[in-house]
């Protein structure tokens, strides 16, 4: 069989793609309300927010922006949508779950002078923006949701993600399908699909980065979460048979 079951993942490789995209937070916490406070992260304090900060200030100033810091260096291009980088991915990724404080903080500078960046442009990897948003915001997520979102906020997406020049997460697929076709809680993915909620945590922060997210009037959400408090209860008597 194929299937996959909760937090138990077959092989060694799709066990190093959930810890590196989602972190490694046991499903156990997330139902604990002594850490619920732990579920939640601020985007600007992270490379996450320092990027979107640096993509905004390439549009408006219609220049290249050099945002770095000690080891990382990022030139964004709003208008040729495209971010150069020396960096390897393993050390971005690594760099995005760092708070952004002290010697770790990040600048965000207006390029004037082109000559070195050109004269290096061809030995840089090259990212599309919202490509390297999303990691980024995985990255920096690692199984959280932003500050504001509650675990029970009802989401669908407006949108269908571009996953074809996005990365393919583990269970990123069925995820935004859920979200896609039908309103449904955050908390309630992870269980309805069966999957980590870190991944669910942290695809829903990717989708809120790229503005995919789609707000539900406090009436449309009342009668989702009341539609899947009354399924909770009639599947009840049938777990308890099973057990039985």
């Not at 309103?183 to 069966?194: D, E, K, R």
């Not at 449309?220 to 048979?241: D, G, R, W, Y």
Request: glycine share 4%.
């Amino acid at each position: 069989s194929c299937s996959l079951e909760k937090n138990t993942v077959h092989s060694f490789d799709e066990r190093r793609a959930l810890q590196a995209y989602y972190g490694s937070r046991d499903d156990s916490l997330y139902i604990d309300d002594l850490k619920s406070s732990d579920h939640f992260y601020e985007a600007r304090d992270f490379l996450q927010g320092s990027y979107t900060d640096a993509l905004e200030l390439s549009r408006k100033e219609d220049k290249i922006i050099h945002l770095k810091s000690s080891g990382v260096s990022l030139y964004i291009n709003y208008k040729e949508n495209r971010v150069y980088t020396n960096c390897r991915e393993s050390l971005l990724r690594n760099v995005s779950f760092i708070k952004n404080t002290g010697a770790d903080s990040f600048t965000v500078v207006p390029l004037n002078n082109y000559e070195h960046f050109e004269s290096k442009r061809q030995q840089f990897s090259v990212y599309t923006l919202k490509r390297l948003l999303w990691s980024l915001s995985l990255w920096s997520s690692r199984g959280r949701l932003p500050v504001g979102v509650s675990g029970d906020a009802v989401v669908t997406l407006n949108r269908w993600p571009n996953f074809t020049r996005l990365d393919i997460t583990p269970y990123a697929m069925q995820i935004v399908a859920l979200w896609f076709n039908k309103p449904t809680s955050v908390n309630q993915t992870a269980i309805q699909l069966n999957v980590p909620y870190r991944a669910v945590y942290s695809v829903f922060s990717a989708c809120y980065a790229h503005g995919l997210i789609v707000g539900l009037s406090s009436d449309e959400a009342q009668i989702v979460k009341e539609t899947i408090n009354i399924k909770q209860k009639v599947s009840l008597p049938k777990q308890l048979f099973r057990a039985i």
